[in-house]
C-alpha cells in the first residue's frame, strides 16, 4: 500500500505574479528574438498585480527572477522572508523600555517629547541624533499610540444616538427619475436622528448648494434650528456658503461619508425605504407631474404617513408618538425676518477706484465714497443679492451696465448740494465780505449802531 505524497505549499500571489511576467519573455523567446531583447522589451512594460497596484520590473530583476525558476521552479520565485523584529534593530534596548514605560503612564507624549526626555535622563546624548522615523516603526511594531490626537481610523467610532430632538438633524439627497419622460430629480430628506421624524423633504433637478440651503430655510422656519447637523460630502453639502450660513445659525456641521456607521446609516435606512415605498412608483408614471413643486407636494404627503407608521427602532413606537413625547424645547427662530437675516455669507471684496466690486464673476456698483478701501459683502444666499454696510444702513449692489453709464450723467444729480454729514462751507471769500461789509441788521433783528 504506497502513501499519497504530502500536499505541497500553495505557491503565493506574488510567485505566481511573477511568473506570469517570466511567461511573457518566455514567449518573446520562442518567437525568435534573443533573451536580452526581450528582456528589455518585458521591462519597458508597467502592469497591473493582483492587488491593483502598478508594476514595473527591471531587466536586471527579470534575470535574477529567470535564474531562480530555472533552479528551483516556482518555488524560487517566492518572496525572500526575513526575520521580522518585535521592537526596532538600530534602537538601542535602554530607549525602547524607557519608550515603553512613559507611553504606559502618558499614551499622549509625542514622539519629539519623548526622545528630549531619555535626553534628559541620560538614556541618550542628543534627542536630535534618534531617527523620529525609526522611532515610530518600533512604536508600531509594539503596539503602542503614534499619535497626540487619534486619527479617524484610531479614534472613537461607536455608534451615536441623540437622546433628544433637533440635537441632530440628518439630510441626504436621493436620486430618482419621475413622470413618464422620466425626468432626474433629487430628493433632499431632513431626518431627525432621535425620534426618526421626517422633518421636512425638497424636491431639486440637481444636489447644490441653493437647494440644500432653501430647504433648511424651511426646517429651520418651521420645526426651529438644529444643534447640529450631519451631511454627507455630496456637492451642496460641502461648500463654504453651506459652512457660513450654519456658523451664522450658531450649529455645528458633521461630514460623514457613505455607510458611515455613526449616524448617516439611520438616514440611509430612510431612503431605501422611501424608494421601496414612494420613489420607484414615480419612474415613468404617466400621472405623475415630474415639476420639483408638485413631486414636493407628493413627497411631504408621503412623509406624514411614514411618521404614522411603527418603526422597529422605536420599539414600534411611531416617529410621530416619540417626537411629540419629547419635552425639550425647540429652538425657534424670532420670526422669518430674523432668519432671513442669518442666511448670509460675508465675505470681504476690494472696491476699485471707479467704485466697482467684482463678485461671483460680475461687477457690481458701489457706494460713493468707497473707492480703494476693503468692504464686507453680504450675500443674501435665498435670492442672491448684495449688500454693503454704507453710513449706518444695508445698501443693496446693482450689477454693473456699462452701456447706460456711457450716456448716463456722470456723478449724482445732487452732487453740488452739501451732504447730510456737511453742512453749508464758510469759504475765505464769504469771511472777507462779512468783515469789509458789515451787516445793517444785527443778530437779534434791530439796526446795528455805528459809534462812528
Not at 511568473?19 to 526581450?38: C, K, N, Q
Not at 445659525?249 to 455613526?262: A, F, M
Request: include cysteine; glycine fraction near 8%; hydrophobic fraction near 35%.
Amino acid at each position: 500500500m504506497s502513501l499519497s505524497p504530502l500536499p505541497q505549499t500553495p505557491p503565493s500571489p506574488e510567485a505566481l505574479f511573477r511568473r506570469f511576467i517570466l511567461g511573457e519573455v518566455e514567449a518573446l523567446v520562442d518567437g525568435g528574438i534573443t533573451v536580452s531583447r526581450a528582456l528589455r522589451k518585458v521591462a519597458r512594460r508597467e502592469r497591473t498585480d493582483f492587488l491593483g497596484r502598478p508594476h514595473r520590473v527591471s531587466v536586471s530583476t527579470l534575470k535574477r527572477w529567470r535564474s531562480a525558476f530555472k533552479k528551483s521552479g516556482i518555488a524560487g520565485l517566492e518572496p525572500a522572508s526575513r526575520p521580522r523584529t518585535a521592537t526596532s534593530e538600530v534602537l538601542p534596548d535602554d530607549l525602547l523600555s524607557f519608550i515603553e514605560r512613559e507611553k504606559a503612564v502618558d499614551r499622549h507624549a509625542s514622539i519629539p517629547e519623548l526622545l528630549r526626555r531619555a535626553a534628559r535622563q541620560g538614556i541618550i546624548e542628543d534627542a536630535r541624533a534618534v531617527s523620529r522615523t525609526s522611532v515610530w516603526r518600533a512604536l508600531r511594531r509594539m503596539g503602542l499610540q503614534t499619535r497626540v490626537n487619534p486619527s479617524k481610523s484610531e479614534g472613537d467610532t461607536r455608534r451615536f444616538a441623540y437622546p433628544h430632538r433637533m440635537q441632530c438633524v440628518l439630510c441626504d439627497g436621493k436620486h430618482f427619475r419621475a413622470g413618464p419622460s422620466r425626468v432626474k430629480r433629487v430628493a433632499l430628506f431632513f431626518l431627525d436622528d432621535s425620534t426618526r421624524y421626517a422633518l421636512d423633504v425638497i424636491v431639486v433637478p440637481s444636489e447644490s448648494t441653493e437647494a440644500f440651503l432653501t430647504g433648511l430655510f424651511s426646517l429651520c422656519l418651521r420645526y426651529g434650528i438644529a444643534d447640529r447637523f450631519y451631511l454627507d460630502r455630496g456637492p451642496g453639502f460641502i461648500s463654504t456658503d453651506t459652512f457660513a450660513v450654519i456658523n451664522e445659525l450658531d450649529s455645528c456641521l458633521i461630514h460623514g461619508k457613505e455607510g458611515y456607521p455613526e449616524g448617516h446609516g439611520k438616514v440611509e435606512r430612510f431612503n431605501r425605504t422611501a424608494k421601496s415605498q414612494i420613489l420607484r412608483s414615480l419612474d415613468g408614471a404617466v400621472d405623475v407631474d415630474p415639476d420639483c413643486m408638485s413631486l414636493t407636494l407628493r413627497l411631504r404627503h408621503y412623509l406624514q404617513i411614514y411618521n404614522d407608521t411603527p418603526h422597529e427602532s422605536l420599539g414600534q413606537e411611531t416617529p410621530r408618538q416619540r417626537w411629540e413625547a419629547d419635552s425639550r424645547p425647540l429652538r425657534l427662530p424670532e420670526s422669518e425676518m430674523v432668519l432671513r437675516e442669518k442666511m448670509v455669507v460675508r465675505e470681504s471684496r476690494r472696491v476699485s477706484n471707479d467704485h466697482v466690486i467684482q463678485h461671483g464673476g460680475g461687477l457690481w456698483e458701489a457706494p460713493r465714497g468707497l473707492a480703494g478701501q476693503r468692504v464686507e459683502v453680504i450675500r443674501h444666499v435665498l435670492d442672491g443679492h448684495l449688500h454693503v454696510l454704507h453710513l449706518g444702513r444695508m445698501v443693496r449692489l446693482h450689477e454693473l451696465d456699462p452701456i447706460a453709464n456711457a450716456t448716463d450723467r456722470r456723478g449724482y444729480a445732487t452732487d453740488h448740494l452739501p451732504q447730510p454729514d456737511e453742512g453749508v462751507p464758510t469759504t475765505a471769500a464769504t469771511l472777507a465780505f462779512r468783515r469789509d461789509h458789515m451787516p445793517l441788521v444785527g443778530k437779534d433783528g434791530g439796526f446795528t449802531c455805528n459809534e462812528d
